[in-house]
C-alpha cells in the first residue's frame, strides 16, 4: 500500500484532457512537500515530468501542468495524444519515515 | 549534461548481497543527491535511499537494516549494497540524481534473486 494514492488507470480518446489525482496526508503532501511527477513509457526509464508541484522541465510539452491543494496533488495532460500512453506516479516526501522520499502506486493511461 | 548507468550481476543467489554501482558522466558529484530506486516486474517505484554529495545518507525504513549507499568521488561512481536478498528483492534497479525531484535517471538494470 502506497503512502501516496493514485487511481491505477485512466483512459481518454485523442484530443480529451484527463487528469491524475495524487492523494496524501498532512504528513507528506500536507505538509507542504513538493510533489512531483514523472512518466513511465513502455520498457524505459522513468522521465521527470513536473517538479515542484507545477514546474515543467526544459522539453515537455505544455500539454502537461501539475497542481496541489491541501494534501492532494492532480496532473492534467491535454490535447491527448497516443504517444501520452503511459505510467505516471507522483512523488514528494513523508515526516514520518525520517523524510523518506515516496511515490504513488502508479497511474496507467491508456488512450483509447 | 549529467548521465548515469548501473552495473552489476544480473543474478544473485537468496541471502547472498546485492551490489550494483552507478557511474557519473559528464558532471561532477559534488552536489546533488545521489539515488537508488527500484521498481519489481510489473509494478511501481520503490525509493531505496540516497547518499547527499556531502556523504550523508538516508534510507527507505524498510530496507534501512539491509542497505549501504556509498560514494567514491574520485572515480564519479556511487554503490547499493543490500544483504541478505530474498525473490521479493528481484527488480530493475534504477539510479537517479537531483535535489527535490529525480532530474536524471540511468536505464535501469535487471537484478534476479534465484538460486
Known amino acids: 500500500q502506497s503512502v501516496l494514492t493514485q487511481p491505477p488507470s485512466v483512459s481518454g480518446a485523442p484530443g480529451q484532457r484527463v487528469t491524475i489525482s495524487c492523494t496524501g496526508s498532512?504528513?507528506?503532501?500536507?505538509?507542504?512537500?513538493?510533489v512531483n511527477w514523472y512518466q513511465q513509457l513502455p520498457g524505459t526509464a522513468p522521465k521527470l515530468l513536473i517538479y515542484?508541484?507545477?514546474n515543467r522541465p526544459s522539453g515537455v510539452p505544455d500539454r502537461f501542468s501539475g497542481s496541489k491543494s491541501g494534501t492532494s496533488a492532480s496532473l492534467a495532460i491535454t490535447g491527448l495524444q497516443a504517444e501520452d500512453e503511459a505510467d505516471y506516479y507522483c512523488?514528494?516526501?513523508?515526516?514520518?519515515?525520517?523524510?523518506?522520499?515516496?511515490f504513488g502506486g502508479g497511474t496507467r493511461l491508456t488512450v483509447l | 549534461q549529467v548521465q548515469l548507468q548501473e552495473s552489476g550481476p544480473g543474478l544473485v543467489k537468496p541471502s547472498e548481497t546485492l551490489s550494483l554501482t552507478c557511474t557519473v558522466s559528464?558532471?561532477?558529484?559534488?552536489?546533488?543527491?545521489w539515488s537508488w530506486i527500484r521498481q519489481p516486474p510489473g509494478k511501481g517505484l520503490e525509493w531505496i535511499g540516497y547518499?547527499?554529495?556531502?556523504?550523508?545518507?538516508n534510507y527507505n525504513p524498510s530496507l534501512r537494516s539491509r542497505i549501504t549507499i556509498s560514494k567514491d568521488t574520485s572515480k564519479n561512481q556511487f554503490s547499493l549494497k543490500m544483504n541478505s536478498v530474498t525473490a521479493a528483492d528481484t527488480a530493475v534497479y534504477y539510479c537517479?540524481?537531483?535535489?527535490?525531484?529525480?532530474?536524471?535517471w540511468g536505464q535501469g538494470t535487471m537484478v534476479t534473486v534465484s538460486s
Open positions: 512523488q514528494s516526501y513523508d515526516n514520518r519515515l525520517s523524510g523518506s522520499k515516496v
Open positions: 537517479a540524481t537531483g535535489y527535490d525531484a529525480f532530474d536524471i
Open positions: 515542484g508541484n507545477s
Open positions: 498532512s504528513a507528506n503532501i500536507g505538509a507542504g512537500y513538493n
Open positions: 559528464g558532471g561532477s558529484m559534488r552536489n546533488f543527491y
Open positions: 547518499i547527499y554529495y556531502t556523504g550523508s545518507t
